[in-house]
């Protein structure tokens, strides 16, 4: 009885591993001294793979630095729940210095970072998108933070004691886009 109920549910759909419309985006991001909000002399680089899950609404994000330490991002950001990396929303493809820009989702210190021979590593997997919106006191919908990542509005920026407003970024941007 038990095994025919079990095949029941299952051939209605309700032991399915996944949702059937639930999508995972990829996007990229290469970082340097001229994608930051204010560009900078510095010949540190890093390269970001973020993979958006849609159902889940999460985030997961491999990023590897070259050229920045642990030990040089902002003290002053290091210690607080915001963390030194950011995924900050613009108002649309003109990153610089002057364009009106929000922070969107942090990556908090931690755990997730880890230090290399020449930089720093993060790996952040499942992190909610509603939670670090939150601590950052975002009120943008994920729907809405989709959206700016699809249509190339986001940039990745690494805050340092030698540049607090960011010493690395890089637009991010959908894999498979010119």
């Given at each position: 009885m038990i095994r025919r109920a079990a095949m029941l549910l299952?051939?209605?759909?309700?032991?399915?591993?996944?949702?059937?419309?639930?999508?995972?985006?990829?996007?990229?991001a290469n970082l340097d001294?001229?994608?930051?909000?204010?560009?900078?002399?510095?010949?540190?680089?890093?390269?970001?793979?973020?993979?958006?899950?849609?159902?889940?609404?999460?985030?997961?994000?491999?990023?590897d630095v070259h050229g920045v330490k642990t030990t040089d991002l902002w003290d002053k950001l290091v210690?607080?729940?915001?963390?030194?990396?950011?995924?900050?929303i613009y108002?649309?493809?003109?990153?610089?210095?002057?364009?009106?820009?929000?922070?969107?989702?942090?990556?908090?210190?931690g755990s997730d970072y880890a230090?290399?021979?020449d930089g720093f590593?993060?790996?952040?997997?499942?992190?909610?998108?509603?939670?670090?919106?939150a601590t950052v006191n975002s009120t943008v919908p994920f729907a809405d933070f989709v959206k700016s990542l699809e249509a190339g509005d986001i940039v990745l920026n690494i805050h340092t004691n030698a540049y607090n407003d960011g010493e690395i970024g890089g637009a991010v941007i959908a894999d498979g886009a010119a």
């Open positions: 299952a051939a209605m759909g309700l032991f399915a591993a996944a949702p059937v419309n639930a999508r995972v985006l990829n996007f990229h001294g001229s994608g930051a909000a204010s560009p900078t002399d510095s010949k540190a680089t890093g390269h970001a793979v973020i993979h958006v899950d849609t159902d889940a609404e999460t985030v997961d994000m491999t990023l210690h607080r729940p915001i963390g030194p990396v950011h995924l900050h108002g649309g493809h003109d990153h610089g210095a002057g364009a009106t820009s929000a922070l969107a989702f942090p990556f908090p210190y230090a290399t021979a590593q993060i790996v952040a997997k499942g992190s909610p998108y509603g939670v670090s919106a």
